[in-house]
């Protein structure tokens, strides 16, 4: 029962993950790109990490888990919004005649 | 068997983002790339450590995530306010 849990909610994550990659080929806007990564960085990786705790049980390995759960939840958004602000700041713009943009 | 089908889907994608890098028209294009590579290879480490029961890989996951935030927050200051260079 725990297993068949585990497996469902890791091929979720991985659903989420194969949305954001077919995002970024979808969309000709560099802003409208940066927004879809948040879709891999955190809850592709969160649902994927949940899922493997719950097959593993509770020990040792699945606390490392959380370590890594927690230094991404940290980081993901730092550089996103890193990333978002050098591009900004350098001047690169919206393109004028997009018919994708949101 | 599960979980290979797993990580060879993880890795196609890995390898879809790799051809947006190549693709992508500005470094900014080619840093967000970088950006969302680095999180499917931590997913492959854990798969790969999940089914092996092999706990130390798992260092390297931490070590591998430590040093993206360090590149990639580096590269975006260091081009900021300079332009296209690539």
Redesign the interface.
Known sequence: MRSVAG?IL??L??FF??A??LG??RYRN?YA??LL?SQ??TV??LT??AG?II??GFN??SA??L??CL??LI??P???H??A???Y????KLEKDDKNAP | M?DYI?MI??AS?AF??LI?IFLGP?I??R???L??LS??I??LI??YS?MTDR?YL?DV??VF??L??VS??FI??F??????IL
Do not use: E
């Open positions: 497996h890791i091929y994550g991985i993950v194969m954001g990659t970024l080929f560099f790109r940066i990564s891999i960085d592709g990786f994927l990490m493997v097959r593993s040792f390995f490392k888990i370590l890594i230094l991404g980081i993901s730092l550089n996103t890193v990333i602000r050098s591009a700041r350098s001047g690169y | 599960i797993a889907l993880l994608f879809l983002i947006r500005t900014w294009d840093l967000l790339g950006n969302l999180p499917k931590i997913m854990v798969l999940l706990t798992l996951a931490i995530a430590l993206s935030f990639i927050i975006a200051r081009v900021q306010g300079k332009g296209n």
